[in-house]
């Protein structure tokens, strides 16, 4: 038997056992309608065949002497699949729809449409099929706003997902040396397998197996030490991407808000308290917490080299009074937003997420 006949003969009994019909009904993807989630299977049906024979212009990455050896080829489809549901769901739920993203955005246009895109596919839904209507119009919301930023958002938004959709609740530990936390990002930036790597030398590590060959920064293996073995090893698991996105995200500034953003944002955390001296607090306190986890510029104008340096200089001077400000609002009666600098800090990250929830992802 030719390798061809081998690699055709293992994906059509890999399709046989339906494993991507099983990976299009997995829980998080039970809010979809039967339609889409056929569409889906279908999807991961051509994403299976071509990764395992060399077809539909993708490179064959089945690899024909781990199955030899006894390896699952059904998980290394599941795998497969799993992480190409996302890229593919998009893709589909991005064709079906004809109304454009700013038509999303624009609440005139929705209206006259008859609701948003939200209540129209809600609405297609049958009366035997179960709606989660958090699940669903997340779904939606995140397509929309994914076309509406620009890659600090992106990545963020795609780490949020990824890590929703997989469970991977640990923290990512980003560097508090402002200037190491700016030496990290570039080396994520400049290397999209470097996070890759050094999870699974930090994994060598806490289980006793010493460290790889050329080995990598503590900055860049700290990343990882709020991770279980556990966690780490499940991380491990998916491709490289999925360990660079969420290691990127974490360590980029948030991108700059805008001055209507901010607004809103301090009128809800000048309501935690009713004292008068909470409304001239809230508003610094708010700008030093944009200050600290912002960038300074924002991503859809361009600056003179003049306006970049007084702008950074008045960034930088806000930054440096979050300390005072955040121990303050910690130690204010009956605590509004918390008793620790983490809590505040967490609190008013809730804020930004609440008002600006495409660009401030939780």
């Given at each position: 038997?030719?390798?061809?006949?081998?690699?055709?003969?293992?994906?059509?009994?890999?399709?046989?056992?339906?494993?991507?019909?099983?990976?299009?009904?997995?829980p998080h993807l039970y809010g979809l309608h039967p339609r889409t989630r056929s569409k889906l299977a279908d999807e991961l049906k051509v994403v299976l065949h071509g990764k395992a024979v060399g077809e539909s212009g993708m490179k064959a990455s089945l690899d024909?002497?781990?199955?030899?050896?006894?390896?699952?080829?059904?998980?290394?489809?599941?795998?497969?699949?799993?992480?190409?549901?996302?890229?593919?769901?998009?893709?589909?739920?991005?064709?079906?729809?004809?109304?454009?993203?700013?038509?999303?955005?624009?609440?005139?246009?929705?209206?006259?449409?008859?609701?948003?895109?939200?209540?129209?596919?809600?609405?297609?839904?049958?009366?035997?099929?179960?709606?989660?209507?958090?699940?669903?119009?997340?779904?939606?919301?995140?397509?929309?706003?994914?076309?509406?930023?620009?890659?600090?958002?992106?990545?963020?938004?795609?780490?949020?997902?990824?890590?929703?959709?997989?469970?991977?609740?640990?923290?990512?530990?980003?560097?508090?040396?402002?200037?190491?936390?700016?030496?990290?990002?570039?080396?994520?930036?400049?290397?999209?397998?470097?996070?890759?790597?050094?999870?699974?030398?930090?994994?060598?590590?806490?289980?006793?197996?010493?460290?790889?060959?050329?080995?990598?920064?503590?900055?860049?293996?700290?990343?990882?030490?709020?991770?279980?073995?556990?966690?780490?090893?499940?991380?491990?698991?998916?491709?490289?991407?999925?360990?660079?996105?969420?290691?990127?995200?974490?360590?980029?500034?948030?991108?700059?808000?805008?001055?209507?953003?901010?607004?809103?944002?301090?009128?809800?955390?000048?309501?935690?308290?009713?004292?008068?001296?909470?409304?001239?607090?809230?508003?610094?306190?708010?700008?030093?917490?944009?200050?600290?986890?912002?960038?300074?510029?924002?991503?859809?104008?361009?600056?003179?080299?003049?306006?970049?340096?007084?702008?950074?200089?008045?960034?930088?001077?806000?930054a440096a009074a979050w300390p005072e400000l955040a121990r303050a609002a910690a130690g204010w009666h009956k605590t509004p937003l918390g008793s620790t600098v983490d809590e505040v800090r967490d609190r008013i990250a809730r804020v930004f997420s609440s008002v600006?929830?495409?660009?401030?992802?939780?």
């Amino acid at each position: 038997m030719t390798e061809d006949q081998a690699r055709r003969g293992i994906a059509w009994n890999i399709e046989a056992t339906g494993v991507a019909t099983e990976v299009s009904r997995e829980p998080h993807l039970y809010g979809l309608h039967p339609r889409t989630r056929s569409k889906l299977a279908d999807e991961l049906k051509v994403v299976l065949h071509g990764k395992a024979v060399g077809e539909s212009g993708m490179k064959a990455s089945l690899d024909l002497s781990r199955i030899a050896g006894g390896a699952s080829a059904v998980g290394w489809a599941r795998q497969l699949l799993r992480t190409a549901v996302n890229s593919k769901l998009r893709d589909i739920l991005s064709a079906d729809h004809e109304l454009s993203y700013s038509t999303l955005n624009d609440e005139e246009a929705v209206a006259d449409e008859g609701g948003t895109i939200f209540d129209q596919v809600k609405n297609e839904l049958s009366a035997e099929e179960s709606f989660d209507d958090n699940r669903f119009a997340a779904s939606f919301e995140a397509l929309a706003g994914l076309k509406s930023l620009r890659h600090t958002g992106k990545t963020k938004q795609n780490a949020h997902h990824l890590r929703a959709a997989y469970e991977i609740t640990a923290p990512i530990v980003t560097p508090e040396d402002e200037i190491d936390r700016e030496w990290v990002q570039a080396q994520l930036e400049a290397d999209e397998t470097i996070a890759y790597r050094s999870l699974t030398q930090w994994l060598a590590i806490v289980t006793s197996q010493g460290r790889q060959q050329n080995p990598i920064d503590d900055r860049l293996l700290g990343l990882w030490d709020d991770f279980t073995a556990d966690q780490a090893e499940d991380l491990a698991e998916y491709r490289p991407g999925f360990a660079h996105t969420i290691a990127l995200a974490a360590v980029m500034l948030s991108p700059k808000p805008s001055r209507d953003i901010v607004n809103q944002a301090v009128k809800l955390v000048t309501m935690a308290s009713g004292s008068e001296e909470w409304e001239s607090h809230a508003p610094a306190l708010v700008q030093a917490w944009v200050a600290r986890e912002c960038s300074p510029f924002s991503e859809f104008k361009s600056k003179t080299r003049g306006d970049e340096n007084e702008q950074l200089a008045q960034h930088k001077m806000a930054a440096a009074a979050w300390p005072e400000l955040a121990r303050a609002a910690a130690g204010w009666h009956k605590t509004p937003l918390g008793s620790t600098v983490d809590e505040v800090r967490d609190r008013i990250a809730r804020v930004f997420s609440s008002v600006d929830p495409a660009n401030f992802p939780l």
